[in-house]
């Protein structure tokens, strides 16, 4: 399969590019709005790979539609607010047979902690939903894990991440796919109208990780 | 030390009652808005506990305000919309030395599933902290246990829950108590304005509870 990572030079970016590096078979596009900055990052990505004995990598980086143009699986690693415009950068390359997976999260943060600031769609999931093109199955997925220790390949996961999304065939294929992380399982929270709760819980890990000395790069488990 | 549950003889009142009872030595009141209803729930609550070897626990019945006067613990287990009342009819009982918890969440439900639908304060412990007298230390607490798993003593827990409260020694005071019942630890989630995203898990474990066979009655770990 083919995975784009957009914005994959970013800290979520980095950290699921390594890990399906070295967990799976699949072949890597890294994406970014400067190609340059996507093969620099590329280069960074397999020197840390080979210190982790990863050898020979597929990975590549492309300008982020031409990555998207390739892939079957469509990862937009990018910050919130620049979500909907990649979204829009990237439509004419979209279709049914392209995955969009949505892991950004709206925050703010102020001197008591991180809060939940979605955009007006009420979610990012949403809101790309809203921007993609109507056939375009979305996904939110990769929402709560910590970037530090994601992007740590000595770090053990023991992780839960959630999907939400209305396409459930699209849906099962980004399970079984983050289910090839080592220590990774998916879990389904339904339709993405339910987008909100999942989202929100990445401003509550990060307050979390502030207040309690012995979390710092803390993640969930639904148990 | 006196612990008060309010609406003591709804789900949750009833699981924290039954934990406090077998895994502490707390002189528990349990409060109703008619006493009558309280102490039928105590006599239910006493012959599940003798089934489970838990012999003459101390757990009586009395209507909210007179539990809540005897208190030094005061725990709100009534539903989101009767919150603010119930703080309204015990307000005269209530004191700086008082610890007023609550583990209410507002939800919506809807075809795609439950959703958090927060008070206009921006969260039901904001909301009781606001309609409780200045002095009243408020401690968010409780909100993501699965009512059914907490009052079946047969099931063992290995859960989180998370604190939320503006008041650091009140906060300690409820991190403890919470301790003492086996198999729950509770975390700092940070100052009172970080309830939301803590009260929003609620809706979420319904939602994953729903979509997964497997857990039934989800909790959640921090790890």
């Given at each position: 399969m083919r995975i784009a990572l957009l914005g994959g030079t970013g800290d979520i970016g980095e950290g699921l590019t390594l890990r399906f590096a070295r967990d799976t078979d699949h072949e890597l596009l890294v994406g970014s709005r400067d190609p340059e900055k996507a093969r620099d990052a590329v280069d960074d990505y397999k020197a840390e790979l080979d210190s982790h004995?990863?050898?020979?990598?597929d990975i590549s980086g492309f300008d982020n539609e031409m990555a998207a143009d390739r892939a079957d699986v469509t990862i937009l690693s990018v910050p919130p607010y620049y979500a909907g415009d990649t979204v829009d950068a990237i439509d004419g390359v979209l279709d049914a047979d392209t995955i969009l997976v949505t892991p950004a999260v709206g925050m703010k943060g102020d001197e008591d902690g991180m809060h939940y600031h979605p955009p007006g769609a009420g979610s990012v999931s949403e809101l790309v939903a809203q921007r993609a093109p109507d056939e375009v199955p979305v996904i939110g997925a990769?929402?709560?894990?910590?970037a530090g220790k994601l992007a740590d390949l000595s770090a053990e996961l023991d992780l839960d991440t959630l999907l939400v999304g209305d396409d459930d065939s699209a849906k099962e294929t980004v399970r079984s796919l983050a289910s090839e992380i080592d220590g990774l399982r998916a879990l389904d929270a339904g339709?993405?109208?339910?987008?909100a709760e999942v989202e929100s819980v990445t401003p509550l890990v990060i307050n979390i990780a502030k207040h309690?000395?012995?979390?710092?790069?803390v993640g969930v488990k639904w148990v």
């Open positions: 004995a990863v050898d020979d990598p990769f929402h709560n894990l910590a339709p993405l109208a339910n987008a309690n000395d012995e979390l710092h790069d």
